[in-house]
Structure formats: C-alpha cells, structure tokens
C-alpha cells in the first residue's frame, strides 16, 4: 500500500531508501515532486525577502536577486541535475540491475528536496533572535542553511541511487558528475550572454 | 533501507568523520596548531614562537607593540600557517585578558576587531589555497569555540557595522565565498547577465 504525501516527505527527509523505492515506482507521484520543489522554491523565495528587504531593509531591486536565486536554485537543480544524472548514471555509471527512465529520476530527485522546506526557519531565524533579545548573529542561520542543503544533497545521492537501482559509490559519482555538468552549461551560457 | 538503518548509517558517518579528525596529528608541521588548554603550552607552536618572538612575549605581557602585531598580521594575508597558528593564540590570550579586565581596553577591542576582519579577508583571498583555506576555517571554529564573547564590531554583508562575536567574520566570510561559488554564482552570474548590473559579488 503506498503512503500519503505526508509520510512520504517524512520518510524521504529520513532516507528512507524503500520511499524512494514507491515514488520511483509510483509514475502518479510527479505531481507531488513537483510539489515538493516548488514548496521549497516558494518557501526559499519568502524567505530570502524576508531576510533582506523587511529584516535587513536592503532596497527592493536589491533584495530581488538573491529572492529570485531562491526560486531559480532548486528549480534548474530538479531539471537540470535530473537530466545530467539520467544520462551520465544511465549511461557511463550504470550497474548490472540499472533499469532506469528520465522520469522516475526526477520523481526520487524531486522528494530528494523535502529537508530544503525547511530553510524558511532559517531566513527567519535572525528576526526571531531579534524578537528574544538574543542578538544579531548570522551563525546560526549560516548554520542550519549549511546543515539543510547539506541534508538535501545526501537525500539526493539516496534518490539516485534508488532511481538508477546501483551502488552509492555509482551514485556519489553520478551527482558529482551531473553537478558539474550542470555548473558548466549555466556557466557557459552566463559567459556567452555577458 | 528502513530509517533506522538511514540513522545507523549517519550515525557510523559522524563517528568516521570524529575518527579522522581525533586522528590528526595537531603537531604536524604545517598543520594548523590548535589553541591548547588553559593553562598549556602548545608543543606544535614552538616555531612560530622562535619566527614571531616579539610577537608572542608581546602577547603573554600585555604589551603588545604594532611592529610585532603587524609582522603577523602580514604573514596571515600571505598564507603562513604558522603566523596563522600564532594569530590565533594571540587571539585567544587578548579576548581572556579583555573578559578578566575591570575596564574594557579600547585600543584592545580594536586589534581584535581588525583581526576578524584579517581572517576574513584571508579566507575571501584564499580561494587558491585549499589547504590555507581549511585552515582559517579551523583557527575560526577554534577561536569560536574557546575565546570568550566579547561582542566586537564586524561589517556584514551591506559593509555596515553589525556586532561580530569572535570569529563571525570569518563565518560570514565563508557563507559568502559559498554563496559567490558552484551552481548559485554561476546562476547568479546568469541572471546578471540577462537582466543586467547584478552579480553574484553585488548579493546582498
């Protein structure tokens, strides 16, 4: 019996190997992978103008950019990290067992994201501080971000490893590749329109 | 892999990850010399103390003279481990003497101020020097971890005065060379270029 949206998130922020298992399986579960970045997307969004046009009180066309990077990151991080991961995983990487389709990888790399909701609490964090007399610190916000996204890339090496049926070895090898992959199309593309 | 397994398996992470770091040699030359424990002397500082004399008898007295502070300070922005080492335990000895003093010492305040953003601006330049690099991030968790609060003065992100406890210089300093790198700057890069002016240097 498949689990609900809830347990889901729940289990694939725990990762949990056999929730990957389901979503990759489950072909209906795209919505709720698409869901699933677009919350954090969203929430990422909020957040970083919260932070720097109300807390910080950076002028708007200021604030706009890291708002939009927010939005853009994990976005172009589903599609374009998918992509690299199916052909780089589905090709030099693949194992024995490797039976593999774009879509299921973009199904397991989409709940991959779940621990980034999170990082709305961490935008918040320093009005928070504010509001308890405890000071301006950027530490902990710096922290939890660097734990959160920390957190999401080890659920997105589980999330391939399910998606491609290998190795984590394979796995940590095609993210790494797929990563780089990644930064050097939107680097090149930023460099050809400069 | 059920969750108890996922936590088993970060759990032998961390304890991995514990097992590689007690197991470096903190007296290895070259290597960052870690504060010692109040009351001790650090082996692994023995060069520096001979290379930086003045430094460190200026350091121990409370008489610290800018020739000798100023010897370190720019052998730190030119990637010496061991003028690291030594700014960091002169770091340490001033913020203790600062928290005992029944009146804050001004001139005090301010080399440790300065010496946040010496860190900070090491860690930005250090960019082709991992090691370097690994190493103010070390002395910044160390100083952290073991000098007291002394609410300094740093400048955030804007270039304004924000209150800068012990190492949050270099803190944010890493946050923003994080910020500035892999797949974020090249998508800020990016959105600079298609929409123009902003950069990832220009974030906020």
């Known amino acids: 019996m498949s689990q609900s949206f809830p347990a889901r998130l729940w289990k694939a922020s725990l990762l949990d190997a056999d929730t990957y298992e389901e979503v990759e399986a489950d072909p209906t579960s795209i919505r709720q992978a698409a869901l699933v970045v677009l919350l954090v997307a969203g929430t990422g969004g ?129 993210y790494g590749s797929a990563y780089l992959l990644l930064y050097l199309v939107v680097m090149g593309l930023s460099t050809a329109l400069t | 892999m059920s969750s108890g397994r996922a936590a088993r398996r970060i759990g032998l992470a961390i304890v991995a990850l514990g097992l590689v770091a007690a197991g470096r040699d903190p007296s290895k030359p070259g290597a960052y010399c870690p504060l010692p424990e109040p009351g001790e002397v650090s082996k692994c500082l023995a060069d520096a103390q001979q290379t930086y004399q003045g430094f460190f008898l200026g350091v121990e007295d409370g008489k610290l003279d800018d020739a000798a502070a100023q010897q370190v300070e720019a052998a730190v922005r030119d990637g010496h481990l061991d003028a690291l080492s030594s700014l960091s335990y002169g770091y340490f000895m001033l913020a203790h003497a600062q928290a005992v003093a029944e009146h804050p010492d001004a001139a005090r305040l301010e080399r440790l101020e300065r010496w946040n953003q010496l860190l900070a601006d090491a860690y930005a330049d250090s960019g082709s020097d991992p090691r370097y690099r690994a190493a103010l991030r070390e002395a910044a968790i160390d100083i952290n971890a073991n000098a007291p609060a002394l609410g300094l003065r740093c400048k955030n992100e804007q270039g304004a005065e924000a209150r800068c406890d012990s190492t949050e210089a270099v803190v944010r300093a890493i946050d923003l060379a994080r910020q500035q790198t892999g797949l974020r700057g090249a998508l800020s890069r990016l959105l600079g270029s298609l929409f123009g002016g902003t950069g990832a240097e220009e974030q906020p």
């Open chain 1, 46 to 174: 909020i957040g970083s103008w919260w932070l720097h046009a109300v807390h910080r009180g950076i002028p708007t066309d200021v604030a706009l950019l890291p708002a939009a990077l927010e939005i853009l990151e994990p976005l172009v991080l589903w599609l374009g990290g998918s992509f690299f991961s199916y052909t780089v995983g589905a090709t030099f990487f693949r194992g024995p067992e490797t039976e593999t389709d774009f879509a299921e990888v973009l199904r397991t790399v989409g709940f991959a994201f779940t621990p980034g909701i999170v990082r709305i609490v961490g935008f918040g964090l320093p009005s928070i501080q504010g509001l308890l007399g405890l000071g301006d610190s950027e530490i902990p916000r710096i922290l939890l971000n660097t734990v959160l996204e920390t957190w999401v890339l080890v659920a997105g090496i589980v999330a391939i490893r399910q998606a491609l049926d290998f190795t984590t070895g394979r796995a940590i090898a095609t």
